[in-house]
């Protein structure tokens, strides 16, 4: 049994049809790809717990750790850095006493983001059953 030759004018429309679907599945995946955009903005954080507080000043990228009570506790502050190859965990310190704040200056991009949190600690022994909740923080503009 022979085929039969389809004539020139279908071959025509057939390709246009799959062509057209083609064109329009892309435009509908591209659609969705896009979708709303959420824009990160320099953002300071703070961080407490029953000991004291971390503080980030995203303008100065600096972040502060104040004892606040009188308990024999110093503080630890573990953070996570994401504009580092090795996000973490970097610990911060202070062992200085009630009253007091220590300062650590990042030196991050713009919009790099940390995520910190702060602990009681003794004789360098984080007590993390007492840590507060976590805080995230993106930096401003590059110092």
Not at 119 to 124: I, L
Request: net charge neutral; charged share 15%.
């Amino acid at each position: 049994m022979r085929r039969s030759r389809q004539s020139a004018m279908a071959l025509v429309k057939r390709t246009t049809t799959w062509l057209a679907v083609t064109v329009a599945a892309v435009a509908a995946a591209t659609v969705v790809t896009a979708g709303p955009s959420f824009a990160v903005s320099p953002t300071s954080a703070t961080a407490t717990a029953s000991v004291g507080y971390a503080y980030f000043n995203a303008d100065t990228q600096v972040l502060s750790i104040h004892d606040s009570h009188a308990d024999g506790y110093g503080i630890a502050v573990i953070n996570y850095r994401y504009d580092l190859a090795n996000i973490g965990p970097y610990y911060g310190w202070n062992r200085e006493g009630s009253g007091t704040t220590t300062y650590y200056y990042l030196h991050m991009p713009p919009l790099g983001e940390i995520k910190f949190y702060v602990c009681p600690e003794q004789n360098g022994v984080v007590i993390e059953y007492e840590c507060g909740s976590r805080a995230f923080g993106y930096a401003g503009t590059e110092i």
